[in-house]
């Protein structure tokens, strides 16, 4: 079976702090991705990448980085986290080449700024 | 991008009935998948399904991709089968992206 994890289900930080979410998956995808989930506006993509070190600007960037430094690997970084970014964050990997195949999702981070 | 709708947006079942669950995409689409996403949030995987039928237990679904429509059939709905079904699908020019539907949130009561 295919499995995607998340470092954590629930997290609670302060505004201004330095957000890191990881996920990892074990069945050598070559693209991750990363959404965030929001009432009323459905699931929206942040960040992808294709390969190891290559990221791409999904439909939502502003306020958030990326790191793929491992294949299996890919993080999420709120350099200085907002209240607005308070959300439900799930990561996804799958497909390979130039497109978003078959994914697979984590179990999600429910993310509090306070 | 591709529009994506979903029907109806919200399913009130009792136990034992069958539903018929409506995806409708605006464009050509090389990838469509269907997910449910638990009470805990997760997203899981049902069906990648482009084109054709697949059946899996008690669902199935069936994508009609010249006629820009994907279903999902439910039969003996469970209580377990509650949550919200997402269609999401990917057009040959979007390259890596996704666009999902607004879902159906699936109620089954005992």
């Known amino acids: 079976d295919v499995k995607v994890t998340q470092s954590s289900r629930y997290l609670v930080k302060r505004t201004g702090e330095k957000v890191f979410l990881e996920c990892v998956q074990d069945m050598d995808h070559e693209n991750m991705f990363w959404y965030r989930q929001d009432p009323g506006l459905g699931l929206r993509l942040i960040y992808f990448?294709?390969?190891?070190?290559?990221?791409e600007k999904g439909d939502i960037p502003e306020g958030y980085s990326v790191s793929r430094e491992k294949k299996e690997r890919f993080s999420l970084i709120l350099e200085s986290a907002s209240t607005n970014q308070t959300s439900m964050y799930l990561c996804?990997?799958?497909?390979?080449?130039?497109?978003?195949?078959?994914?697979?999702f984590g179990p999600g981070t429910r993310l509090t700024v306070t | 991008g591709i529009q994506v709708e979903q029907s109806p947006p919200d399913l009130i079942l009792q136990e034992g009935a069958n539903s018929t669950l409506r995806c409708n995409f605006s464009?050509?689409?090389?990838?469509l998948q269907w997910f449910h996403q638990n009470p805990w949030g997760q997203l899981i995987n049902l069906f990648y399904i482009p084109s054709g039928t697949k059946q899996n237990g008690r669902l199935s679904a069936t994508t009609v991709a010249t006629e820009r429509y994907s279903l999902l059939y439910i039969s003996s709905s469970q209580t377990t089968d509650s949550g919200v079904y997402f269609c999401a699908v990917e057009g040959f020019a979007n390259d890596y992206k996704l666009s999902f539907g607004a879902g159906t949130t699936v109620t089954v009561r005992a």
């Open positions: 996804a990997s799958g497909g390979a080449s130039r497109a978003a195949g078959e994914q697979y």
């Open positions: 990448s294709y390969d190891v070190k290559m990221k």
């Open positions: 464009d050509s689409v090389n990838n």
